[in-house]
């Protein structure tokens, strides 16, 4: 039974201000976001395989076999460190570092 004198039509909750249910928060979250941060300029180019070793792309782009970890987990593509990656996503990887991928072949 509620209470007679309660007032639902406030909300006391930890909604950002103007907001009056959790879609305007996400709404209004979405357009706070920052803009994408754009790649870095090509400052050289490699021919890749089909596939990729993880450790390959560590060396080739000079950041630690855990960032390219966490590049490729950030792709939403699971994998284990000593494991390979298709050219597509070494080639997505790679572009943020400033390095363009081609075929090899």
Avoid: W
């Amino acid at each position: 039974m509620p209470f007679p004198n309660q007032d639902y039509s406030k909300r006391d909750s930890l909604l950002p201000a103007g907001c009056k249910d959790l879609s305007d928060a996400i709404k209004h979250e979405r357009d706070l976001a920052l803009p994408p941060v754009p790649d870095p300029p090509i400052t050289r180019q490699v021919s890749l395989p089909e596939m990729v070793s993880v450790k390959y792309l560590a060396e080739l782009s000079g950041a630690s076999l855990y960032t390219i970890a966490l590049d490729v987990q950030e792709l939403r593509e699971g994998t284990r460190l000593g494991r390979s990656v298709s050219f597509e996503l070494a080639a997505k990887i790679l572009r943020k570092y400033g390095i363009e991928a081609t075929r090899e072949g």
